[in-house]
């Protein structure tokens, strides 16, 4: 495996502090249920439980590192958390784009997977990087949030040209051709191709007769 670009996941000192502040509170509100419990004889199983796993995930998801690796044929990240390590990779044939991340309620875009590869403690914006799962003619959607340099998304824009940090409806567009495309057997390269192409004659001959 030839790596073409690398580099590690940052941690900034008031994203780090912020996390401090949120593990303090939880271990106060863990001290504070303790007491309770004292104080009636009881044992709130339900309300240790939401407390502890609360602070697991946060701590988990600030003491994270990552490292970001681009090889000629694919996008790999090494994780490396509080309990174990992780491998994850996705060619770049199968990677739809990447755009700003933002929580959205509801969605007719529907991903089968999500991933988190990216630390709180780490100030850089979200980022989504969306991919394929092909699976006989049928499609499934993933997605991966991570945070890293400008070089690396420029670098990425190499192999995956023209859908990196693009609108999130232009990825949306490119994995329903996809999807398309995988169903009646065609290439997914040339059918989006010859579709971007119609729809440029489309609007040649509108502007014309307009």
Same mark, same amino acid.
């Given at each position: 495996?030839?790596?073409?670009?690398?580099?590690?996941?940052?941690?900034?000192?008031?994203?780090?502090?912020?996390?401090?502040?949120?593990?303090?509170?939880?271990?106060?509100?863990? +001290?504070?249920?303790?007491?309770?419990?004292?104080?009636?004889?009881?044992?709130?199983?339900?309300?240790?439980?939401?407390? !502890? /796993?609360?602070?697991? *995930?946060? *701590?988990?998801?600030?003491? +994270?590192?990552?490292?970001?690796?681009?090889?000629?044929?694919?996008?790999?990240?090494?994780?490396?958390?509080?309990?174990?390590?992780?491998?994850?990779?996705?060619?770049?044939?199968?990677?739809?784009?990447?755009?700003?991340?933002?929580?959205?309620?509801?969605?007719?875009?529907?991903?089968?997977?999500?991933?988190?590869?990216?630390?709180?403690?780490?100030?850089?914006? /979200?980022?989504?990087?969306?991919?394929?799962?092909?699976? +006989?003619?049928? *499609?499934?959607?993933?997605? #991966?949030?991570?945070?890293?340099?400008?070089?690396?998304?420029?670098?990425?824009?190499?192999?995956?040209?023209?859908? !990196?940090?693009?609108?999130?409806?232009?990825?949306?567009?490119?994995?329903? #051709?996809?999807?398309?495309?995988?169903?009646? +057997?065609?290439?997914?390269?040339?059918?989006?191709?010859?579709?971007?192409?119609?729809?440029?004659?489309?609007?040649?001959?509108?502007?014309?007769?307009?």
């Amino acid at each position: 495996m030839k790596i073409l670009y690398q580099e590690e996941s940052q941690r900034a000192k008031s994203a780090t502090a912020l996390v401090a502040v949120f593990v303090v509170l939880l271990l106060c509100a863990i +001290g504070y249920t303790t007491y309770q419990n004292i104080i009636h004889n009881t044992f709130l199983l339900s309300e240790y439980f939401v407390e !502890v /796993v609360a602070l697991i *995930v946060i *701590v988990k998801q600030a003491v +994270g590192r990552y490292t970001y690796i681009l090889t000629e044929d694919k996008l790999v990240i090494e994780e490396k958390s509080l309990f174990r390590k992780r491998h994850f990779e996705v060619d770049y044939d199968m990677i739809d784009g990447v755009y700003a991340f933002k929580q959205e309620l509801l969605s007719n875009f529907k991903l089968r997977y999500k991933y988190r590869k990216c630390s709180t403690s780490d100030a850089r914006p /979200v980022w989504a990087l969306i991919y394929s799962i092909v699976k +006989g003619t049928k *499609v499934q959607n993933a997605r #991966v949030m991570l945070k890293a340099e400008d070089e690396f998304f420029e670098k990425l824009n190499e192999f995956v040209p023209n859908r !990196v940090r693009v609108p999130q409806e232009d990825i949306v567009f490119y994995a329903a #051709v996809r999807a398309d495309a995988v169903k009646h +057997g065609e290439d997914v390269k040339t059918y989006y191709e010859s579709i971007m192409k119609a729809a440029e004659e489309a609007e040649t001959v509108d502007k014309e007769q307009a």
